[in-house]
């Protein structure tokens, strides 16, 4: 029988479990981070994500999908492992991690009640303007493209299929509309297989097409997702992205022991 500690973190809806490694403890395999994620016959979440020491940074956080597989950088899954390292004493208010995509700096801005929790992202400067689309690469791939009346769309209809053969390996894909003072986002995840309440990777995308076609020079974009609402602070430099920041909420929802026999 195998115990597993975890706690359970969400960024805007975006939800994870989190659990810390050390040298005495075992990494779980593909299929049992798969029957964690498992919703309604698991703890249910769109990924896992692991705390290990670093020899560089605070911690390194290795991100697994749902399906089990080791994934590429998650903006959410980042500033709720920001706040799980802060609770659990591994570092200050303001720190640092490995990633997937390599350093990133994040900082605690309210560690009360409603923690705030902002993220550095990484430059981006794999930029592809398609016309009707951009592919922007986030520290995980995106597909985004404006369009209208997005809550009528259907995603499993339109954009499963981008998804899968957009590019050889697959894309996130992503749809925007500018909605009063936000851009509302709907967004349909590779490696969770369906639509997410948010995406920290996939907000960034948003905001830098925004940028690309609206917002110039050094903006802040605040972008709306299901689960909530994010802000990409950002700085165009020549035809690349830097001082990216995604700051939003992040909350600690529960932990537990799963066993599985």
């Known amino acids: ?9 969400h960024g805007a809806g975006n939800d994870f479990i989190l659990l810390s490694h050390t040298a005495s ?13 498992r919703r309604h016959f698991g703890v249910g979440a769109d990924g896992l994500i692991i705390l290990q020491a670093s ?17 590429s950088m998650c903006g959410n899954g980042g500033r709720c492992a920001a706040l799980y390292a802060y609770e659990q004493g591994m570092c200050s208010e ?26 550095q992202m990484s430059n981006v400067t794999r930029i592809h303007n398609g016309g009707d689309h951009f592919f922007i690469d986030t520290g995980s791939p995106h597909y985004v493209a404006f369009k209208q009346n997005i809550e009528t769309i259907d995603m499993d209809k339109e954009a499963r299929p981008l998804r899968h053969h957009y590019r050889k390996g697959g894309t996130n894909v992503n749809f925007i509309e500018k909605k009063g003072a936000h851009y509302h986002i709907r967004t349909f995840e590779r490696g969770v297989e369906q639509e997410t309440l948010a995406c920290g990777t996939g907000i960034t995308a948003a905001a830098i097409a925004v940028a690309e076609t609206h917002s110039p020079g050094t903006s802040t974009i605040p972008v709306k997702a299901k689960g909530g609402t994010l802000e990409v602070s950002l700085t165009k430099s020549g035809g690349s992205y830097e001082n990216i920041w995604l700051k939003g909420p992040a909350v600690n929802v529960f932990e537990g022991t799963i066993k599985f026999i």
């Open 55 to 71: 020899s560089v940074a605070d911690f390194e956080m290795k991100y697994y999908n749902a399906d089990g597989r080791e994934g």
């Open 25 to 37: 403890s075992e990494a779980p395999d593909e299929e049992t981070i798969r029957n964690m994620c």
């Open 94 to 119: 303001e720190m640092s991690f490995m990633a997937f995509d390599g350093l990133h700096r994040a900082k605690i801005i309210n560690s009360g009640d409603k923690p705030l929790v902002t993220l």
């Open 1 to 9: 029988m195998q115990r597993i500690h975890f706690h359970k973190f």
